[in-house]
């Protein structure tokens, strides 16, 4: 069958059912992904197929992350077809494989792409990384999001091309870090940065590490706090 010509939504529902009935735990995937146990269920039962960022989500949350996720789909196919099922590309781990390994799943961002905050993530630039924090993994990588760094002004805390894990949930003004560093969009673009009250509760000054650049003055309505960065890392040569 041509692939044009292929059922995407009951490929993804064959494959999904296999985990389903391996595990069973709804309740667990639909926490790791935000994505309903009600919509999770119309999946299973054909009643929807999703939009290609969920099935993404949803395999990635089952250890088929990036480009993995043709793996799982593979395993659709093959379950229709009646075919063995497949093994799974190396470096593909299991949920379990990852906890074993202390390692969790987290969506990838780029920070220079937040132009008003998270609304403009666009479905094409959706991935993940697989992290290795001890110390993070008990999040589960809930509530975390990954971005990579596309400019110097951190350096050389934070080099260029780094990633840094941003906690989703610190990012309330009122309960600022004072002197911490933060994932943040003003003035349409993304940007990590260290964040201090000029004003407490009015003015945020926005501080880099790289001292060429002077620091930045904005009131608090006109910053998105993205998150803390509480984990970062990069490639060297």
Aim: hydrophobic content about 40%; glycine content about 10%; some cysteine.
């Amino acid at each position: 069958m041509m692939a044009d010509m292929e059922d995407i939504n009951k490929i993804f529902q064959t494959a999904l059912q296999y985990f389903m009935d391996k595990r069973g735990d709804q309740a667990a995937l639909a926490s790791r992904t935000d994505i309903s146990t009600s919509h999770i269920n119309d999946i299973l039962k054909g009643r929807r197929g999703g939009t290609e960022e969920k099935r993404r989500a949803l395999a990635a949350a089952l250890g088929y992350p990036g480009h993995f996720y043709e793996d799982f789909m593979g395993l659709g196919r093959a379950i229709l077809a009646g075919r063995p099922i497949p093994e799974p590309s190396a470096g593909c781990l299991s949920e379990a494989g990852l906890t074993a390994a202390g390692c969790f799943q987290v969506p990838l961002e780029r920070a220079d792409r937040l132009a008003g905050g998270l609304r403009a993530r666009k479905t094409e630039e959706a991935a993940s990384i697989v992290v290795h924090g001890p110390s993070l993994s008990r999040k589960s990588g809930r509530h975390l999001l990954a971005f990579l760094v596309g400019g110097d002004n951190m350096e050389p805390l934070i080099a260029k091309g780094s990633l840094v894990v941003a906690d989703l949930t610190q990012n309330r003004a009122e309960n600022l870090r004072e002197g911490s560093v933060y994932v943040i969009s003003y003035d349409e673009e993304g940007a990590v940065k260290y964040l201090r009250w000029a004003e407490k509760g009015r003015l945020l000054a926005m501080e880099s590490e790289n001292k060429f650049y002077k620091p930045v003055f904005r009131k608090v309505r006109e910053v998105t706090l993205i998150g803390r960065v509480i984990w970062s890392c990069r490639e060297h040569d």
